[in-house]
């Protein structure tokens, strides 16, 4: 059941993401040097708690430029099999608590645009991306070791 969303932008786009896969939000700054040169790699990890979060590369995903690092950038984190995982975004807007459950509209939109990659939910008259974390922690599990051969 998708009650709660959390609003964000990456890249200048605005998405929607079940707040309940990603019940933190952290700034960014706290965990990353948000002075890193654009030639320079965001970290892959990082701790929170004393345990290790792995931050996901999902702008290749969206087909969208990697975030930027300013000190309005945050992770959303959230926990899948036992391990936690980051979603870096330039900035989050709002969480909206939705007076209906959403998880209805998203499977209807996503099974009429299977091919293409983005879903588009509507909130309060306002057509916007929902993204969904696990699938994107997946993809990139995926997609990690591929490239790592692991």
Do not use: W
């Amino acid at each position: 059941m998708i009650k709660d969303v959390v609003s964000f932008i990456i890249s200048g786009k605005k998405f929607v993401a079940d707040f309940q896969k990603t019940p933190i939000i952290l700034s960014a700054e706290e965990f990353i040097d948000v002075k890193l040169s654009n030639n320079e790699s965001i970290p892959r990890k990082f701790k929170f708690e004393n345990v290790d979060v792995e931050i996901l590369d999902i702008s290749s995903q969206l087909g969208v430029k990697n975030v930027e690092l300013t000190k309005l950038s945050k992770i959303l984190v959230g926990e899948i099999d036992n391990k936690l995982f980051g979603v870096l975004v330039d900035s989050v807007i709002e969480i909206i608590n939705l007076n209906d459950d959403l998880t209805h509209q998203v499977k209807e939109n996503q099974s009429q645009e299977l091919l293409k990659k983005e879903v588009f939910v509507e909130i309060s008259g306002e057509r916007l991306r929902f993204l969904d974390i696990y699938d994107c922690e997946r993809k990139n599990v995926s997609n990690f070791k591929r490239n790592t051969n692991v």
